[in-house]
């Protein structure tokens, strides 16, 4: 039986990882879907978030389970037993990374295979980055990420809001000053 791996950060998980699911349970017996504890990103969502929305993202794919995992992807696949790496590919920027990590992890533990699957072209721009920045900006996300996962970015969006103050400048309640690529200003 082949078992897959699939890790990532999913913070949160969108259509374009639940595309490269959905092909992935379509090939292999089981997948595992292994959310990454604590990547070298700056997260929305802690782990136990990001495993119960990509949980609710994936609860229609029967042979499809979520869990989260610390320390090397390498060590995890031992761990569940997987047999199969899943990784996605956007574009050549994407398959240039998935190689040389790839090879990497080859070298760690080469009876564990790498399967890249290439996304629809429908998702080839997204990412969890833009998903994040325009639900920031209240713009409309519906069509990148399920329900549950749009409520949860509302949510943490309408906590951390900025607040107009009287005299026209916004107070940021705990929002990043960086400025984001999907506003033009700021
Ligand atoms: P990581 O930090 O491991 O890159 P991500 O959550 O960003 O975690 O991505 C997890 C996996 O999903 C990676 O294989 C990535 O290439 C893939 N992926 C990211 N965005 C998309 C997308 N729009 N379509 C298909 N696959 C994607």
Redesign the pocket.
Known sequence: MTRALY?????PMHN??L??AQRAASIFAEVIVGV?HS?P?KLLFSTDERVDLARAALVHLPNVTVVSFFGLTVECAREVEANVIV????NVA?YQFESQIGLANRHLAPEVELCCLV?GTE??Y???TIVKEVAGLSGDISAWVVPPVAVALSERFAATRPVPAPDGQSKSEGVSKTRGKMSYHG
């Open positions: 890790p990532g950060t999913f913070d374009g990882h595309d490269i990454y990547p990103k990784r996605g590919l956007r994407d996304c998702y080839t997204l990412s969890s």
